[in-house]
């Protein structure tokens, strides 16, 4: 009997992100998935956004997520842009 993956959809290959856990065949790092959910986007709408995903990987992202947070937080962390230099735009006067 073959093994089942954990999460099936889920790779590293050290020539994308530096090997951060990504959806197998995109570049589509795990963070950007639980980054959104994070932020309210259900599940079935984050194919809406990112529409080369099935919903499948989605769910197989938020799985890995929910079983690495710690990895996944410090991804997030890292890839972080500060405050100071996202765009703002100059207030009209």
Known sequence: MT?????????????????????????????AIAELWRMGVAPEEIPQQLPHLRLAQVFDAL????????????YIAKNRIPEDRLYSPKPKT
């Open 3 to 31: 093994p089942i993956a954990e999460h099936r959809s889920i790779t590293r290959n050290p020539a994308i992100l530096s090997g951060e856990p990504i959806i197998d065949g995109t570049r589509t790092p795990v963070r």
């Open 63 to 74: 799985s890995y997520f929910s079983d690495h947070p710690e990895e996944i937080k410090e």
